[in-house]
């Protein structure tokens, strides 16, 4: 799988956009962008993935490259509660499969 | 109602026990993961089990066993417990090994090792 390389913290002010960026230039064809978030002492939560095409949910917008060179999470109206580490992780197809966790991204979202 | 849980939630033991972490599922998922933390943070699979079949075992001690009575259950035994088992392990389902969907987490099992 495809290694990722995101930068390991921003900060972002409450009611504004939080833009997290990934890059995962050694993707392939196949493989998708998933992204997951970790709030402290919980569990990894799933957040949205996508292949090439533009990707939303109730919980963020996933923008791909042309190029699948790199993406951009974005948290519309980031709260205090976004506050968490943001891992975006580059999966193949396969049975075999898996996700494997990088360091990620630390968002701070301040008052 | 709790999608991915975990039992103990917290387990402090001796070095040189035996102990075991038990996951159900209640979301019908075919595919179920053990993940562990450390104290650094870092996220790693340990295993996969995919309608109780084993299909990923990642480079783990022997000491480490999983098992998989049915497709909703995937427990961890731990023999022979040592100080740099401390960790947080997570279990996790999803609905089948595709790539189509996303993993579902439960809360994890803050293991210390004494």
């Known amino acids: 799988d495809a290694k990722t390389t995101q930068p390991p913290s921003m900060d972002c002010a409450e009611g504004r956009a939080a833009n997290l960026p990934c890059n995962h230039s050694?993707?392939?064809?196949?493989?998708?962008v998933y992204w997951y978030r970790q709030i402290h002492s919980q569990g990894p939560q799933y957040i949205i993935h996508?292949?090439?095409n533009n990707e939303t949910n109730e919980m963020a917008s996933l923008i791909i490259t042309e190029d699948r060179k790199s993406s951009t999470l974005i948290l519309p109206h980031a709260t205090l509660r976004d506050t968490a580490v943001y891992y975006c992780?580059?999966?193949?197809?396969?049975?075999?499969?898996?996700?494997?966790f990088g360091t990620g991204t630390r968002l701070q979202v301040t008052l | 109602d709790t999608a991915v849980s975990q039992t103990p939630k917290y387990l402090v033991t001796q070095m040189g026990n035996d102990k075991s972490i038990k996951c159900e599922q209640n979301?019908?998922?075919?595919?179920m993961y053990w993940y562990k933390q450390d104290s650094k943070k870092f996220l790693k699979i340990m295993f996969s089990y995919n309608n109780k079949e084993l299909i990923i075992n990642e480079t783990v001690p022997n000491r480490f066993s999983p098992k998989s009575p049915d497709k909703a259950h995937l427990n961890l035994h731990i023999n022979s417990l040592e100080l740099g088992d401390s960790a947080v392990y997570f279990c996790a389902s999803s609905h089948d090994t595709g790539v189509g969907y996303g993993y579902t987490f439960g809360s994890g099992t803050r293991l210390t090792v004494v």
């Open positions: 996508g292949l090439k």
């Open positions: 979301l019908g998922h075919d595919t």
């Open positions: 992780i580059v999966r193949g197809t396969g049975t075999a499969s898996k996700l494997t």
């Open positions: 050694t993707i392939s064809g196949n493989e998708y």
